[in-house]
Nanobody, 128 residues
């Protein structure tokens, strides 16, 4: 059974950077888009970015555009989320998830119901 695992979270000061990694060992990467989501306490899960199976197409939520960069390396079964200029409101548990590539575009990438496999999440805390 395919499984996803996030890593790279931690505690960082305002303006700092973190790079999250999503591992998907053995996953058929060439057919699946990858999305990154986050959930803060008492808040709904928020989609923040997605990347197409080939890596050619990326999408970002307005809240992170210009600060976060999504990428992937299919040969290593990995996706990455580089987070720069972090703010306290970025504090959350971050998840990666996969969806069939043809389902995901600029209008749909924020719909969590389209994603079928999820990781357990990694905590990111931005302190002031």
């Amino acid at each position: 059974q395919e499984q996803l695992k996030e890593s790279g979270g931690g505690l960082v000061h305002i303006g700092g950077s973190l790079k999250l990694t999503c591992e998907a060992p053995g996953f058929p990467m060439e057919h699946y888009a990858i999305g990154w989501f986050r959930q803060a306490p008492a808040k709904a899960r928020e989609a923040i970015s997605s990347i197409s199976a080939s890596g050619a197409s990326t999408h970002y939520a307005f809240s992170v555009e210009g600060r976060f960069t999504i990428s992937r390396d299919n040969s290593k079964y990995m996706s990455y989320l580089q987070m720069d200029n972090l703010k306290p409101e970025d504090t959350a548990v971050y998840f990666c998830a996969t969806a069939p590539d043809l389902y995901i575009d600029s209008d749909t990438f924020q719909n969590p119901n389209l994603y079928d496999y999820w990781g357990q999440g990694t905590q990111v805390t931005v302190s002031s």
